[in-house]
Structure formats: structure tokens, C-alpha cells
């Protein structure tokens, strides 16, 4: 069996490099795109200057701004984000049909059988990064390695505009003294509780049978054995069916209590039958679901299988996500899970 060639393909900052680009006058300044931060608005993305001061994906617009006072917050251009990522596909295209999106800015490619570029793998990533550069201003970075895993940690090894190709030979090397909490899954919980047990490195993972790191971590536990190895079976999936439709709000008060939540649905609901409507493809509603977001940035999702998919199955998820928190609520988001299914959703629609 050959060994595996995996590339992954990780665009820099690509929303905040798409405005660079066609804006040179952004360049060199902390910019961001976003939401407004006088209406609760929420950053997606800003360039390496602004996050020299702090500012990161996810956070606060108005908290972005006092860590960077001079942070240029723009809105977003999903249209043009869109365009790109196609021309950036299809470049992939020309090297593999086995792509697997993770989102807009970045993908994984097997190129194991590729005979493109005399079969090198690290000659595709090179060639594949001049050519987007080229062809739509913006600079990708790259890790290519012999499994999932490992590619991804690489892709982000030498940002902004790099490449890191890991062997299969400088793999064990490689591992021995990766902090733990660059693996993934591994977050700050998981990595504070390997540290109290002496955990810091993968090579200090190395020690533990399996069964004992199940033991502690529960199923994770093995996932963390096979990590710390390299070991990394995932195939790059082709087809990606999607798994769900939501939609969601920010709200530029808070939702002071239930009533005000449940006041908020009809419109969500109204937007959520909508995106539905817009699916290509065949699928079928599994359950509906529901996020609340609290007024301390904590949350809950709560979804049901069974529960009707209409205006009173969804007040009734919200009446009990409410409870859980029982404050006041910055955010809603209604969604629906989706199974693949030759039963097309017009008639599910009505159900709203």
C-alpha cells in the first residue's frame, strides 16, 4: 500500500486579503471584516496587523476595537468571497478530483495518484500556491504530509504565505515535541488536564496504553493514543452532504426574558424555510434544533429528535434552552438536521 499524499490548502486571512486586494488602500492597517460594533457585530476575519493587537475571529466588533482603537471594520462580500473560493477549487481541480472543502478558504487534497507535477506532492502545493497568487491576488498557505492530521498542523506551521511538508521518515520527529494542545480536538480544558498528569509534549504521550487514556478521556482517550503517533486513517471525503441548514441573529439589546425570545422566532423561522427552500439536492428533515446565546457569551443548543418542526416545536426548544441559562439572550439561531433522502422538502416546508 502507498503512502498517502495529503495536501491542505489553507487560504491567509481571506476575507480581510480579498478586501486588500481590491482596495490597496487597506493594506498595512489593522482591518477586519465584520459587523458593526454599535449593533452587536461580530469579527470573521481581520489581517495579521489587527491581530498583532489581539483581535481574532469570532470576537466582539466593539471589543475588537479597544483592543485596536484604530481597527477599520468592514462589512463582508459573501458574493465575491464565493467567487474566488470556485476559482481556487478549480485550480485544485487540475491536480486531484479528490477534494474535500472545509469551507470557503480552505480544503484538503489527496494527490497520492496525482502524476501531476512528476507526482510530487510538495511540487503540487508550490505549484498550486504560485498559481492562486497569481491568478487572484491573495496568498494561500500549505502543509502537505501523509495523512489529515498532519497536513493541517503543517498548513499552519509557516503563515502567512508558507509551506511545511512533513515525510513520512521526519514524522516520529516531528511529534516528539509538539506541545499537545496543537492537536486536534485538544482544547483548553484538555490541554490543562493533560498538563496536571505530566502531559505536555506528544513524546510524553507516547508512555500511556490506550486503554489507560481511554480510561481518562473516555473515547477521546484513543483518539489521543493514535494522534501522538501520527496515526491518521481519515480518507479525504469527496462528496460532503450537508448536515444542516440554520440561521441565525445577533441582537443589538438583549432578549430580556422569554416572551422577548419567543417574540423573536417568526422571523428566524421565516428565513430558516427560506435557506431550505434554496437546498440543491435531495434531503430530508431529521430534527429541529435551536441556539441561545447568553448575555455572558455563554450558550446551549438544544435539538430533538420527534419534535415538530413548526412554529410550536420551536417555542417549546426555546422555552427549555431558555431555561438552562435564564438570562437574557444576545443571540438566537434556529436550524434543522438533514439526512440524505431521495424525499424531496417542499411538502416538509409547509410544516412551518
Not at 498595512?28 to 489581539?54: H, Q
Not at 480536538?185 to 504521550?205: H, M, N
Not at 434552552?321 to 434543522?336: D, E, K, P, T
Amino acid at each position: 500500500m502507498s503512502v498517502r499524499k495529503i495536501i491542505h490548502v489553507d487560504c491567509d486571512c481571506f476575507y480581510a486579503a480579498i478586501e486588500m486586494r481590491d482596495d490597496p488602500r487597506l493594506r498595512g492597517r489593522p482591518l477586519a471584516v465584520g459587523g458593526d460594533p454599535g449593533k452587536r457585530g461580530v469579527i470573521a476575519t481581520c489581517n495579521y496587523e489587527a491581530r498583532a493587537y489581539g483581535v481574532r475571529s469570532a470576537m466582539a466588533s466593539a471589543y475588537a476595537k479597544k483592543l485596536c482603537p484604530e481597527l477599520l471594520i468592514v462589512p463582508g462580500r459573501m458574493s465575491v468571497y464565493r467567487e474566488v473560493s470556485q476559482a481556487i477549487q478549480a485550480i485544485f481541480a487540475d491536480y486531484t478530483p479528490l477534494i474535500q472543502p472545509l469551507s470557503l478558504d480552505e480544503a484538503y487534497l489527496d494527490v497520492t495518484d496525482s502524476p501531476a507535477c512528476r507526482g510530487s506532492a510538495t511540487l503540487i502545493a508550490r505549484e498550486i500556491r504560485q498559481r492562486v497568487r497569481d491568478t487572484q491576488g491573495i496568498t494561500v498557505s500549505a502543509g502537505v504530509a501523509p495523512n489529515k492530521f498532519l497536513a493541517k498542523i503543517a498548513s499552519d506551521w509557516n503563515k502567512p504565505d508558507g509551506l511545511k511538508v512533513i515525510l513520512p521518515d521526519q514524522v516520529e520527529d516531528f511529534l516528539r515535541d509538539l506541545p499537545v494542545s496543537r492537536l486536534h480536538g485538544v482544547g483548553r480544558k484538555t490541554a490543562e488536564r493533560l498538563q496536571r498528569l505530566g502531559v505536555d509534549v506528544c513524546s510524553e504521550l507516547l508512555p500511556w496504553r490506550k486503554q489507560d487514556l481511554a480510561r481518562e478521556f473516555g473515547s477521546f482517550g484513543e483518539r489521543l493514543w493514535e494522534l501522538a503517533r501520527g496515526i491518521d486513517e481519515r480518507p479525504v471525503v469527496v462528496e460532503s452532504r450537508r448536515q444542516s441548514v440554520s440561521v441565525e441573529n445577533t441582537y443589538e439589546h438583549d432578549l430580556p426574558d422569554l416572551d422577548a425570545c419567543l417574540a423573536a422566532l417568526p422571523p428566524l423561522l421565516d428565513k430558516l424555510a427560506e435557506r431550505i427552500g434554496r437546498l440543491e439536492g435531495s434531503y430530508r428533515v431529521s430534527k429541529p434544533f435551536i441556539k441561545l446565546k447568553f448575555h455572558d457569551f455563554t450558550q446551549t443548543t438544544l435539538e430533538q429528535a420527534g419534535a415538530p418542526i413548526t412554529p410550536a416545536g420551536y417555542a417549546e426548544l426555546c422555552a427549555q434552552a431558555f431555561a438552562r441559562g435564564n438570562c437574557a439572550v444576545r443571540l438566537i439561531g434556529v436550524g434543522v438536521r438533514l439526512d440524505s433522502s431521495h424525499a424531496q422538502l417542499g411538502e416538509q416546508l409547509k410544516l412551518f
